[in-house]
Every structure is written in C-alpha cells, then in structure tokens.
C-alpha cells in the first residue's frame, strides 16, 4: 500500500471517530443544570401543540431564545420519540458541522498558499476543533451556544474564503452563503447572530488597515435583506402573533437588558473570558498561545492567503472576546463561537509543526507535561475519593499519560505526538461515560426521584419546590410542576404553605433543599421521604 494512500486512509478513520464521539451515549446522562432540561420541555410543549412560532413553558409564553434550536428537537422528538437523546441530537450534528466548516476553511487556506508551506492545514484544524474540549461538552448539551457557533462558523468561514476566492462566480456564492448563515446565526441566538460577524468583519479591516472591497459594500444592498429574510421565517410570525410583549421580553430583556446589567445573575470579572478560553481550548491552549506569540511577524497587510487568513482568524478571536468581556451578564458559552478560530491558528501551529523539526516543539512539549500532571492528579484524586476503581481511573487515564509521554520524550516523531493529543480529546468523553463519574450527574437532575415517585403511585400528583426548586423537574415532571402567573415554578417560603397546599390538592409532591430546616417539619408532620439525589430531598406531603 502506498504511504499516501495508507495516509488517506487514517484521516478518514479520524474523522469515522470524530462522528462516533459526537453520537456516542448522548443520553447516558439526564438532563441537567437549569438549561437543559428547560430548553428540552419548551420544544417537547411547541411538538405536542403542533406549533412552530410561539415557545412556552408551562403554559407560559417563553421568549428568551429564538427557535431554531427548538425546530431541531421537534424534528427529532418526531423521528425518535422525546428523549434525551433526541433532545441532544441537534446540537451533536451543529457539532460536527462546525468541523466541517473548519476544515473547508483550512483546506481552502491550504490551497491558496504556495508551495505546500501548510500542508495538512484543513485536516489539523477540523481534528483540533473536533477534539477541543469546549466544542465537545457544549456538543454533546441540548444547548444554544454550539448552534450559533456552527452558524456563525459557517459565515465567518465563508467571509474568509471570499478574500482569498479569485473567481468572479464563486465570490458570489460564497456571499450568498455568508448572508445565509448570518440570517440562520439570527434564528439561532438572536442579535448577537449578527453583532459577530459584522463586528469580526469590522475589526478585520481595520487591523488590516483598509477599505471593504467594492463588491461587499454592494452585496450590502441585497445581502442584508436576504439574512433578514432568513430570519423572518420566525421573528415575522412570532411579532405578527405577540407583539410588544415578545419584543419587550426577547429583544429588551433578553438582549440589552443582559448585556448592560446584571439583572440575570451571571457576574463576573473582566478577565471572566480569559480564562474560560484558556479552559475552553485545552488540550490545545499551550498551542494558542504559541500562535499568538507570534503576531507582531506577521504581514498584516499582506496579499497572501496566509497573511489574510491569520489577521482574520485574530479578528475572530479578539473581537467576541472583548466584546463580551464587557458584558454584564457572563457565561462560558457566549464565547464558544471563537473556538473555530482559535483551531485554525492551532491548527497553523500544528501543520508547521507536524513538517517542521523546530516549530512549536516546545508548546508541544508543554501540552504533554499539562495531559500527564493532569493525569495522574486525576488518577489520585478519583481513587482516593473513591468516585473510581483504580482500573476506571487507569483506564482514562492511560491514554493521557501515553500522550503525554510521547510529546514529552519522542516529541520528534511529530505526527505520532499530534494524533496522540487528537485521540485523547476524541476517546475521554467516550471513557468518562462508561464509568461511575456519571453518577455525579445525579445531584444535577432529579430523573431518578420523579421516576421513583411514580414507582410509589405519585404520577399524578402536582408538583412544588420549597426555598427553591430543581429546573430539571420541568422536562422529568413535565405537566405536573406548578407555575404562578409569572411562568415561574411555585417556591413555597415555609413548611405551612406548603401544608396548606397539600389540603387543597390531596397530596403533592415537594423538591427540598438538603439543608434547609423546613425539611424537619414536614417530616415531623408525616410527610413521605421518596428519595435524595445530594441536593434536594422529594416528599410526598398529604392532605388527607
């Protein structure tokens, strides 16, 4: 068999592997954290009114997101019943399609550039994103973010692609495809759908010092009206149904009212972002960093594929960044749309890395001291807090330590030293998943008390919180939690509510914080202990 043959045939069983990563044991695990499960019961309410435009939960009109994530979990509720899976199986495509977007973008760098200086360019970049630990935790979550990531990544990439395109037919539909993508990244998450991609195309020009090419000044004219087009697929119907109550909720609150204040309770400090990219791109950050090192020999005004694609792919970094850092409302996943260009300039590294005997070697060197610390600290610590078997914990950690080992000490043999790295990314999700650490998740969803409930003859009785309440109960108790008129659950503040509640009703069903000493009087009073996920405690209280 020829090398180059037997080469092709390994990136095509890497990215065979990429594509069972992102499938594998989706619904291994609940749904968990207050977003998940949310997220999942609004589209599983829109699937069973047979409605597309309005979100609700509960009952309740729910504006906080747009649809198109919503549209994705119908469509696989209908194919394959609602469920966890179902539930997850958009975002893990929206997953795979960013590596997509990658590696076109990559490959076509690639292509425009002389001389084979990167070679390897769109392969390296699609395997590092597909194996960065950000893009495979928020792939593998019923979650907004990798949505607008792909969307965005598919604008961003066409934009790109367009400036180094010289044929007249081709720059056109790679416009098209932008104005498209823009209008999609709408639908995803709303305004920021478009602040990106306009402000990381602004941020390109003046870095580079120039003007916007003629052609997309004019492309302007017609290509805003079409991503508007795109995205009135919904936002027409939704204003049309609801007006100024959507518009207010979605557009004031949820867009300007987050960003400038705290309203929503996600502070944090302005260098929030920095780190949550650090954490974001491991195992890959070291490699980042040698890439930035490395702005100030740049050409930034240059003419070359390579020239425009670095300040690009810099631009595509920087400007969410500092955008968001300014944010008063943070979260890691707002930034997760700059993890596409953080693999192409990773993946720059890597190429040059992978042909040459010099480049980035130490960056590689610090990566695989960063996977056998992490490694073994992981290993002590799961053993000695008895969360694994000493077998478990060897067998996730055996991969890291034997990557680490060979970019620590046979760093030369370079490609054996990048897929180790790619294989790492690719196989600890799968590992992690077949281990107890799953059982972590537990204190994260109450799956197992509502389905225990039930077992006891529970599966009609109304649900509450008292002090505050588990929002995964929305998707697993699912049209029994009781909402006020706000469209938030009812939190009774003490035991005799939630007493009084129960004689009106017969029996309810009632979500207590561990520690809170309310918990005592309604044992004390005869209520039914069903079960203890390690932070809340479900009782069944009778009024009887």
């Known amino acids: 068999?020829?090398?180059?043959?037997?080469?092709?045939?390994?990136?095509?069983?890497?990215?065979?592997?990429?594509?069972?990563?992102?499938?594998?044991g989706l619904g291994h695990l609940p749904l968990v954290g207050p977003d998940e499960p949310r997220y999942a019961q609004v589209a599983r309410e829109m699937y069973l009114r047979g409605d597309l435009i309005t979100p609700t939960l509960g009952g309740?009109?729910?504006?906080?997101?747009?649809?198109?994530?919503?549209?994705?979990?119908?469509?696989?509720?209908?194919?394959?019943?609602?469920?966890?899976?179902?539930?997850?199986?958009?975002?893990?495509?929206?997953?795979?399609?960013?590596?997509?977007?990658?590696?076109?973008?990559?490959?076509?760098?690639?292509?425009?550039?002389?001389?084979e200086e990167l070679c390897g360019l769109g392969a390296w970049s699609g395997l590092v994103v597909a194996s960065m630990l950000g893009i495979i935790v928020f792939s593998r979550a019923a979650s907004f973010d990798i949505v607008v990531t792909m969307t965005i990544t598919w604008a961003l990439s066409s934009f790109l692609i367009l400036q180094i395109e010289p044929e007249y037919s081709r720059q056109r539909r790679l416009l098209l495809i932008f104005y498209a993508f823009v209008g999609f990244s709408l639908l995803a998450k709303g305004l920021v759908g478009i602040v990106i991609p306009?402000?990381?195309?602004?941020?390109?020009?003046?870095?580079?010092?120039?003007?916007?090419?003629?052609?997309?000044?004019?492309?302007?004219?017609?290509?805003?009206?079409?991503?508007?087009?795109?995205?009135?697929?919904?936002?027409?119907?939704?204003?049309?149904?609801?007006?100024?109550?959507?518009i207010n909720e979605f557009f004031i609150q949820h867009h300007f009212a987050r960003y400038l204040s705290n309203k929503y309770r996600h502070p944090g400090p302005i260098y929030f972002y920095l780190v949550c990219l650090i954490l974001l791109s491991l195992p890959w950050t070291f490699l980042l960093v040698d890439g930035l090192a490395r702005v100030k020999s740049w050409h930034w005004r240059g003419v070359e594929a390579k020239d425009k694609f670095?300040?690009?792919?810099?631009?595509?970094?920087?400007?969410?960044?500092?955008?968001?850092?300014?944010?008063?409302?943070?979260?890691?996943?707002?930034?997760?749309?700059?993890?596409?260009?953080?693999?192409?300039?990773?993946?720059?590294?890597?190429?040059?890395?992978?042909?040459?005997?010099?480049?980035?070697?130490?960056?590689?060197?610090a990566i695989g001291l960063l996977l056998t610390v992490v490694a073994i600290t992981g290993?002590?610590?799961?053993?000695?807090?008895?969360?694994?078997?000493?077998?478990?914990?060897?067998?996730?950690?055996?991969?890291?330590?034997?990557?680490?080992?060979?970019?620590?000490?046979?760093?030369?043999?370079?490609?054996?030293?990048?897929?180790?790295?790619?294989?790492?990314?690719?196989?600890?999700?799968?590992?992690?998943?077949?281990?107890?650490l799953t059982d972590l998740s537990r204190t994260e969803s109450v799956r197992e008390l509502v389905e225990r409930a039930s077992e006891r003859g529970y599966n009609t009785a109304p649900v509450y919180g008292l002090g505050r309440m588990d929002r995964s109960a929305?998707?697993?108790?699912?049209?029994?939690?009781?909402?006020?008129?706000?469209?938030?659950?009812?939190?009774?503040?003490?035991?005799?509510?939630?007493?009084?509640?129960?004689?009106?009703h017969g029996t309810i069903l009632v979500f207590v914080p561990r520690e809170y000493d309310q918990l005592l009087t309604l044992k004390s009073s005869g209520a039914e202990v069903i079960g203890d996920n390690g932070k809340f405690v479900l009782v069944a209280v009778s009024g009887r």
């Not at 069983?13 to 594509?19: E, N, Q, S």
């Not at 006020?484 to 129960?502: I, M, W, Y």
């Open 1 to 24: 068999m020829q090398p180059s043959t037997l080469a092709k045939r390994l990136w095509l069983l890497l990215f065979l592997a990429v594509i069972a990563t992102y499938f594998y």
């Open 60 to 115: 309740h009109t729910w504006f906080e997101k747009p649809a198109l994530l919503y549209w994705m979990m119908i469509a696989a509720y209908r194919l394959f019943g609602v469920t966890e899976t179902a539930a997850r199986l958009g975002p893990a495509i929206c997953g795979l399609l960013t590596v997509v977007a990658v590696f076109w973008t990559g490959r076509r760098v690639q292509q425009s550039t002389p001389n």
């Open 198 to 246: 306009f402000g990381v195309i602004g941020a390109y020009y003046v870095m580079r010092r120039e003007l916007p090419s003629r052609r997309f000044l004019l492309s302007l004219v017609w290509g805003v009206p079409l991503a508007l087009a795109v995205s009135a697929i919904w936002y027409g119907p939704v204003i049309a149904r609801h007006g100024w109550p959507f």
């Open 310 to 365: 670095r300040v690009f792919a810099f631009a595509w970094v920087l400007l969410p960044l500092v955008f968001f850092s300014f944010s008063g409302s943070k979260l890691a996943g707002y930034i997760l749309p700059i993890l596409p260009a953080v693999a192409l300039i990773t993946g720059e590294r890597l190429a040059r890395f992978t042909s040459s005997a010099h480049a980035s070697r130490y960056a590689m060197r």
């Open 379 to 436: 290993f002590v610590v799961a053993v000695r807090g008895g969360h694994l078997s000493p077998v478990e914990a060897a067998v996730i950690a055996g991969p890291m330590i034997i990557a680490g080992v060979v970019n620590l000490f046979f760093f030369e043999r370079r490609s054996a030293a990048a897929f180790s790295v790619i294989c790492v990314g690719l196989l600890f999700p799968c590992l992690v998943l077949n281990t107890r």
């Open 474 to 504: 929305e998707f697993y108790a699912a049209g029994r939690v009781a909402y006020g008129p706000d469209g938030e659950p009812v939190v009774f503040e003490n035991a005799t509510q939630v007493l009084s509640a129960a004689v009106g």
